[in-house]
């Protein structure tokens, strides 16, 4: 662990969730990679950005599995659930951002918790 202080530990656990974001920019697969690449580089400076960004890489894994069964279900409703899944995708990222951003931990509701 690095001498890094609490301050530090939450702009890059807010970072986790707020990369996330990042495909709505237009950065292809970046809800993936965006929180994988800040977890990997620093999961050992600090066991919040180590807990965030598992967090945030879980969500992004549950969020594809069920958009991809959403997919499946499409003409059965599966079009609804596509477009709450989306809502979900923005804004669940955004309140994790702002717990983060003030060290409060966030937990993301039904993630399916792949990496622990």
């Known amino acids: 662990m690095s ?9 890059w ?15 292809p697969f970046g809800n993936f990679l965006g929180p994988f690449i800040i977890w990997i580089l620093k999961k ?6 180590d ?5 945030s890489l879980n969500y992004q894994i549950s969020l594809f599995i069920y958009a991809c069964a959403a997919g ?7 079009w609804f659930l ?8 923005i804004v669940f990222p955004v309140i994790a951002t702002v717990r983060a951003s003030d060290g409060r931990h966030y937990r993301y509701p ?3 918790r792949l990496i622990k």
């Open 110 to 112: 039904l993630t399916i």
């Open 3 to 11: 001498g890094m202080n609490d301050s530090q530990a939450r702009q």
């Open 51 to 55: 807990e965030q960004g598992k967090e």
């Open 13 to 27: 656990g807010m970072l986790c969730h707020l990369s996330a974001l990042s495909l709505f920019i237009g950065f």
């Open 82 to 89: 596509l477009i709450l899944i989306g809502i979900a995708a």
């Open 44 to 49: 050992d400076d600090h066991p919040f950005i």
């Open 72 to 78: 499946i279900l499409f003409f059965a409703a599966g």
